[in-house]
């Protein structure tokens, strides 16, 4: 290289460093929202089929809008998209009369019709749209089960050719041709060595499902289709789906206005189902014309709430801003609000103090005890629950399924304190699987905390002081602080009931399959619900209950749940949960530990916020007093 | 020249692929995957999810096309957690963030720690030396949480002069920046006062010296430019590492750079961006490293490319 280069390098190195700062702060500065508020980890999707978690909630919950909505306060339903509905004689039916003055955000301000929930509902239920909380219908809506997972012989089915445009994409749909089902046609079943692994075990059945021959007669004629019958036999015709037939299922648009909903059996609870955003509608057109993930993106998705979405940056911020074409725009005051998706609590809770947002949920536990003083802070039990699973299965040295073991070990543990001392966030020691605080449900408790009695039980079991048990192994997922709670509870074994205990951390995926596989003596668990309704919580220890995972057993507490999912006196229906919640609290296959409390710091200045037990706080509720804010700015800048 | 590029291009397509192919397969060594959570999935739910993701195809295949799609479209396939977005959507909006921050921290990095470690140099075994090099050691030692802790503390609510946290406004950068140039500034403090101190005792200093030429110029013109050769190998790295994000940094100060999207990746098992990132770091290193050899055979002529 000629000397020059050398000479002129340290130039070249200052100019391109130059460059580089100048292209570094050149920033776009963005206009400030009126309402700014933290929302968490950044949301994994806004289309509403697609997601599970609370942040995608507020959002969502933002954009669209459900049949009914939340009173903030109560969480009663409020009218929104439907005005009023009707419920059948057998309680089984009901009949939403929707408002005709709902539209979509797009530029014709379409309406929102009973068209637009059915089309939407079978979405969230469609094999493809791998909702999960599809289950939300597939429960309780006659026939939803069926159209998800698929038609019996003798049912009218809807066949889908394999002609999408895209095969991934579940909407638009291929072909369909309606017929009815003759018959299927599969292989034997495959066989499972035992050294098969859960996945190799699903693999082998996925392609097993995949080689079944449907027999359709359509119009008269038998026609036979397979979705790879380039495995099976290249002359059949070959099928992206065979489902149910639509008209089967218990979702229905009567007309424009009206939409019929029909159920398997009396379900209490339906009309909060509608206010969670799984069932909010989505506008066919939209979705159909760019496919997911293009509908989603800021500059084509068209939405039915108080806001649209002005645009969105990945793990930074959602802007939203309110929809002129909301039916009731006059009563939203926010214009804009920015959702930051601000990961770490500490974080939050700096710019909420520094004054950057007005509202944060989920301040660090650390400093809850200090937060707590101040009037800004919103604390409400919620409606999650921490509790130990214990593994029935275990007998002999590890003689978990005698039930005096179990409440021996309930007994034993000093929830007040793990609370008080240890937790220090507010959570509340808990004595029953359902959280208190659920409009007319009355929680059956399990005993107090109590060591005589506790080591009394232990030796009426057989085993005085602890002798003759093998270390019990308490199994807790690696995040969090969930370590310091097990051995907080370990010890209380230890000392009061003088077990041996020990401990395994393991990765949450690892942990999950775990505890499925039932590898656990103890583990702890945590369970939200899905709806203020003791079902929510109850239902998952039926004997055969995916979520059981404790090996218990009880055909009595199976009556109990099924009688009341019969029921259609709501009193009535509480006590036989009351009744059934006695059997699980006295049975102890789990052991509650402590209720969750949910914590929301918002600025005075800010109104409408309540604290509720769900944690929903739409945004069109709240409202900013300006004078107040810059009252309150003033003060903080003097201090 | 020519070559010297030609040959390092071509080892650098070797790199990527192996790093593809350990990435590849190690992502799948571990246990979860990224749909597991406490309520299980139904089983056509799950299986739609991976038909999706391609997740259902034998390991060989989905190696296959995944390399393919990456070397043929550039593409890395939509995201598996947020699934709004592409691989390369994600990218795109956090490599400016992490770029510009990494920057402006190594521009302030390289002004303060040549500085001082030339002025520590010239003091040798004086006051200013001991003071310069012993708050470097601490620099180094520091971890950057806490002096992040520490400086919101003290300059966003003792002080209030800057904002907590947030993307946006040159205020915004001030606390980040400086948090992340700290230990790079401490570092390139102490490898140029070493360089320093090795040219200062060299023949042709003492030639300038003899010459009768001015202190600064000696220090400017003739021994700045052999004592940074130890500043310029480490930018190397440095520059790679800086450029892709700092998770913790970008966690305290809410930034929407790629050290966040790096960790939550790994974390939840979303293969494609993991993968993705994995594969921008290892071009930057590899270009950095390339770099950093050219420039040395610009600054000091004895070096030759082979």
Known sequence: MPATGRSLFPYFAIALLAAGLAWATSFSTLPPADFTFVNGTEVESVDPARVTGSPE????????????????????????????????????????HLRKDAKWSDRDGTPVTAHDFAWSWLRLLHPETGSQYAFLLTECVVNAKKYQSGPDVGDPVEVELADRKNPLEPHPHGTLLAGKLISIVKAPKPTFGPTDSDVGKERLLDEWTDKWVYTVEIEGKGRQFCKKPELVNPKLE??????????????????????????????????????????????????????????????????????????????????????????????VKIEVADALAVESSATGLNMYLEGQVDWTPAPPPAVITKLRERDDYYGEASLTIAFYRVNVTRSKNKPLDNVLVRRALNMAIDKQALCDNLLRAGQKPARSFVPPGLDGYEPALCREYDVKKAQQLLSEAGYPGGRGIDSVEILYNSSGDHGTSAEFIGDCWRKNLGLKVSYRSLEWGTYLSTVDKLGYDISRSGWTGDYPDPNTFLNLF?????????????????????????????????????????????????????????????????????????????????????????????????? | ???????????????????????????????????????????????????????????????????????????????????????????????????????????????????????????????????????????????????????????????????????GSPAQLVLPVVCLAAPYAAYIARLTRTGMLDVLSQDYIRTAQAKGLAPHRIVIHHALRGAVLPVVSFLGPAVA??????????????????????????????????????????????????????????????VKLS
Request: include cysteine.
């Open chain 1, 57 to 96: 909630g507020r959002i969502i919950t933002a954009l669209f809008e459900g049949l009914y909505r939340p009173d903030p306060k109560t969480l009663q339903p409020l009218e929104a998209v439907a005005l009023r509905h009707e419920v059948s004689d057998d309680n089984k039916v009901y009949t939403f």
């Open chain 1, 238 to 331: 070959k099928c992206a789906q065979v489902l149910l037939d639509r008209q089967q299922v218990g979702i229905k648009a009567l007309n424009d206005w009206q939409f019929q909903v029909r159920l398997i059996s009396p379900t209490p609870y339906f009309v909060y189902l509608t206010q969670f955003y799984p069932l909010f509608p989505v506008q066919r057109a939209c979705v159909e014309r760019y496919g997911y993930p293009g509908w989603v993106k800021e500059e084509h998705i068209v939405t039915n709430g108080a806001y649209q979405m002005e645009f969105r940056k990945a793990r930074n911020r959602i802007r939203l801003r309110k929809n002129p074409r909301y039916w009731d725009a006059a009563n």
């Open chain 1, 542 to 639: 039926v004997s055969h209950g995916e979520q059981n995972q404790t090996g218990w057993k009880n055909p009595q507490y199976d009556k109990l749940i099924e009688a009341a999912g019969r029921e259609t006196d709501p009193q009535r229906r509480m006590r036989i949960f009351h009744d059934a919640e006695v059997i699980l609290m006295d049975e102890l296959p789990i052991i509650p530990i402590y209720s969750y409390v949910i914590v929301n710091m918002v600025k005075p200045y800010v109104h409408g916020f309540y604290a509720n037990a769900q944690d929903v706080h739409p945004l069109r509720d709240l409202w900013i007093d300006q004078t107040e804010r810059e009252k309150y700015l003033e003060r903080s800048k003097r201090r």
């Open chain 2, 1 to 167: 020249m020519i070559s010297f590029l030609v040959r390092r291009t071509a080892w650098m397509v070797v790199t990527l692929w192996i790093v593809f192919t350990a990435s590849f397969l190690l992502m799948r060594a571990v246990p979860g995957g990224p749909f597991s959570q406490e309520r299980k999935v139904d089983r056509d739910v799950r299986r739609n999810l991976e038909k999706r993701y391609k997740l259902d195809q034998p390991l060989y295949r989905q190696y296959w096309t995944n390399l393919v799609d990456t070397v043929r479209y550039r593409d890395l396939g939509p995201s598996m957690k947020l699934k709004d977005y592409t691989v390369n959507e994600i990218i795109a909006q956090g490599f400016p963030v992490s770029a510009s921050l990494g920057i402006l921290a190594l521009s302030l990095a390289l002004a303060v720690g040549l500085t001082s470690g030339t002025v520590a140099a010239l003091r040798r075994q004086r006051l200013l030396d001991v003071t310069v090099m012993g708050i470097a050691t601490v620099g180094i030692a520091v971890p950057n949480f806490w002096l992040a802790g520490v400086s919101i503390v003290l300059f966003v609510f003792v002080w209030p002069l800057l904002p907590a946290a947030g993307w």
């Open chain 2, 241 to 302: 590492a800086i450029l892709t994000g700092s998770l913790v940094i970008e966690q305290i100060f809410f930034l929407p750079g790629l050290g966040r999207a790096f960790i939550s990746a790994a974390l939840q098992r979303d293969y494609p961006v993991a993968m993705g990132l994995v594969l921008i770091y290892t071009i930057i290193l590899y270009v950095m490293n390339m770099v950093v050899d050219i420039s040395y055979r610009v600054l000091d002529p004895r």
